[in-house]
C-alpha cells in the first residue's frame, strides 16, 4: 500500500487514483498521523500531498518528524516538496512571481523518478513559495525558468520531490512519474485489481461476521447493492436486506431491483410503505419540511421491520453503502458549511445499537461499479445516474399527490428512455424530470387543454458539488418534449432548464 499523507490539497483524491490505477492500493491519511501509525499500516511508500498553506505561515502543518526516519521511500508534492525541504533544514522564500499551470521542466540529474523522461518535459505547476536552499545531503534534479529547484533527491535515503503536479493530466508524463516512484522506488506490487478487491472483501467479511446476522438496507442505487451483493457472497443467509417502497421511486425500480436480488436467493424483505409516506406528505410544500418527514418515516419504517420481519435473527451488524469519497468528505466538511438541504441518511445504527458494517468504505465510484461487474449485477443497475434519498419528492415542486406522482414518473420515464436510445444517456451525469406546480394553457387536437409544465435537468458533474448544464442536441430536446407531451396525459409544455450549479442546486428542492 502507499500511504498519501494529506495537506489540504484538492488533488489528493487524484494522487490516490492515480496509484490504484497502476494497480497499487492507495489510502489518504491526515498529514499528522503518528509515524507509528503508518508504521503500523505498513506502506512501501508514502506521498506528501499539495495543500494550500505556506510552510513559512505560523501553525501550517507539519508531518511527524519521525516518519522520515521510517526507512520508507517518501515522495513530496508541491507543498509536500516545500516542508520536507523546509524541516530537515533547508530554506524556502516567498516567490517573486507564482507559477501557475503549464511550464518545461529541464531535468538536470538522472533520478530513478524520471526514468523514461526526455530531458524538457511539460509540466504543471500551482505555488507562491520555492524552496531555495536544500538541506545537506539532497540534489537539485529539475528546475523551470521561474523555479531553480523544481525536483531534488537524497536517493540514499530514498527522498524524492516535486514541486509541480505529477497527478494532473497537464503534467504530460505526471503517470509515468508516479509509476517510477511506486514501483522502481517502493518495489510495490500490481495487487489491486477488482478481482482481488472483490475476494479480499469477501473473505474479510467472512470472518469479521462470523455466524452473526447482518442487515442492509437497499436503497436502489448501486452503491448498497454492491455493498448488499458482497455481503450475500460472504455471509448468505445470514444476510438480511431491506429494501423500503416509498411509493417517492422511479418507474419500475422496486421490481427491478427486487428481481435482480431475489434471483440470486436473498433474504430480501420489500416493504411497501407507499402510502403511509404519501399520506404523511399530505398538504406539505416546503422542501426541508418534506426531506425531514421522508427521513422520519423511512426510519419508523425500518424499525418496525427489524422488530417485526427480523425479530427472530441474532443481528449484530448493519451494513451500509458508505464509500471512500463519503468518508473523505464528511470527515474535512466544515462545521461552518451552511445547510442548503438536509440530506437523507440512515441514523438507525445509533439507534439500535448495531455495529456498522462498511464493505465499499475504500472504493471509488468507478470501483464499485467495475466490482458490480466482477459481481455479474446487470449493467443498467450499475451505470444508472444518482437518485436522491427523498425520491421524486424533491422533484415535484409543491403539493406531493398520487396522481402528481404518477406525471412525473411517467415523463422522467420517458425523457430517460430516449436518452439511453440516442446514446446521450451514458454522457450524461444525472439527468431527470421535475414537476412544477404551474399549469399552463395548450392546444392539443383543436381543443384547449389545461394542464402540467415538465422542466427537464440534465447535468455534467464530477462529485455533484457544482454541475454544469447538460448541452443536449436541439434536435433530441425536440424529440423528447414531444415523446413527453404526447405520452404523458396531464402534461402539455416541456422546458428545459440551463442553469448551473451554482447557483442553482441539482435538485429543487
Ligand atoms: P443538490 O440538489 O444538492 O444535489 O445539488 C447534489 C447531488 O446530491 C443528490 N442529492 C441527494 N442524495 N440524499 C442523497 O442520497 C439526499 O437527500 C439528496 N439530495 C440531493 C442529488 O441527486 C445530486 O446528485
Request: charged share 25%; with cysteine.
Amino acid at each position: 500500500m502507499i500511504i498519501i499523507l494529506n495537506f489540504g490539497s484538492q488533488f489528493s483524491h487524484l494522487i490516490a487514483r492515480r496509484v490504484r490505477d497502476l494497480g497499487v492500493k492507495a489510502e489518504i491519511l491526515p498529514f499528522n498521523t503518528p509515524a507509528i501509525k503508518i508504521k503500523e499500516l505498513n506502506p512501501v511508500g508514502i506521498i506528501f500531498s499539495g495543500g494550500p498553506a505556506s510552510v513559512l505561515e505560523k501553525g501550517s502543518p507539519r508531518p511527524d518528524i519521525d516518519v522520515f526516519s521510517l526507512g520508507i521511500p517518501i515522495l513530496g508534492i508541491c507543498y509536500g516538496h516545500q516542508v520536507i525541504a523546509y524541516m530537515l533544514g533547508g530554506e524556502i522564500e516567498r516567490g517573486k512571481h507564482r507559477e501557475f499551470g503549464k511550464e518545461v521542466l529541464a531535468i538536470k540529474q538522472q533520478s530513478d523518478v524520471f526514468k523514461g523522461l526526455e530531458s524538457k518535459e511539460q509540466v504543471w505547476f500551482s505555488h507562491g513559495d520555492q524552496v531555495t536552499k536544500l538541506p545537506k545531503g539532497f540534489m537539485t534534479i529539475a528546475s523551470t525558468e521561474g523555479c531553480k529547484c523544481a525536483a531534488y533527491e537524497y536517493a540514499q535515503k530514498n527522498i524524492y520531490a516535486i514541486q509541480f503536479h505529477p497527478e494532473v493530466t497537464h503534467t504530460k508524463k505526471g503517470t509515468r512519474i508516479i509509476s517510477n516512484f511506486i514501483f522502481k522506488i517502493c518495489k510495490a506490487e500490481r495487487d489491486w485489481t477488482i478481482d482481488f478487491v472483490a475476494k479480499t472483501i469477501i473473505s474479510n467479511l467472512k470472518s469479521q461476521i462470523g455466524k452473526d446476522h447482518v442487515i442492509v438496507g437497499i436503497s436502489g442505487g448501486v452503491d448498497s447493492l454492491v455493498a448488499g451483493t458482497l455481503l450475500y457472497k460472504a455471509v448468505g443467509k445470514q444476510l438480511h436486506a431491506v429494501f423500503v417502497d416509498t411509493g417517492l421511486l422511479r418507474k419500475d425500480e422496486v421490481k427491478n431491483v427486487s428481481d435482480t436480488l431475489r434471483k440470486r436467493k436473498f433474504d430480501l424483505h420489500v416493504i411497501d410503505a407507499s402510502k403511509l409516506f404519501i399520506n404523511r406528505l399530505k398538504g406539505v410544500i416546503d422542501p426541508e419540511q418534506k426531506r425531514k418527514i421522508i427521513g422520519h418515516t423511512f426510519i419508523e419504517v425500518f424499525e418496525e421491520t427489524i422488530k417485526t420481519k427480523l425479530k427472530k435473527y441474532p443481528v449484530k451488524y448493519f451494513a451500509q453503502g458508505t464509500i471512500y469519497p463519503d468518508r473523505i468528505e464528511s470527515a474535512e466538511s466544515s462545521k461552518h458549511a451552511s445547510k442548503i438541504k438536509s440530506h437523507h441518511n440512515l441514523t438507525l445504527p445509533d439507534k439500535l445499537g448495531f455495529k456498522i458494517i462498511e464493505p465499499i468504505r475504500d472504493l471509488y465510484k468507478d470501483e464499485v461499479r467495475r466490482l458490480g461487474g466482477v459481481l455479474r449485477l446487470p449493467k443498467d443497475l450499475l451505470w444508472r445516474h444518482p437518485f436522491p434519498g427523498p425520491g421524486l419528492a424533491v422533484r415535484i415542486v409543491g403539493e406531493i399527490t398520487y396522481d402528481r406522482l404518477c406525471i412525473l414518473r411517467e415523463a422522467d420515464w420517458v425523457f430517460i428512455e430516449e436518452l439511453k436510445k440516442a446514446k446521450e444517456y451514458e454522457k450524461i451525469w444525472q439527468a431527470f424530470a421535475v414537476l412544477l406546480p404551474l399549469k399552463t394553457v395548450g392546444v392539443m387536437g383543436d381543443a384547449r387543454t389545461y394542464e402540467y409544465i415538465v422542466a427537464l435537468r440534465a447535468v455534467d458533474s464530477v462529485d455533484g458539488m457544482s454541475a454544469d448544464w447538460h448541452k443536449i442536441p436541439n434536435e433530441l430536446l425536440e424529440k423528447i418534449s414531444s415523446a413527453i407531451v404526447g405520452k404523458v396525459r396531464g402534461v402539455n409544455r416541456v422546458l428545459y432548464d440551463v442553469t448551473q450549479k451554482p447557483p442553482a442546486t441539482i435538485e429543487y428542492e
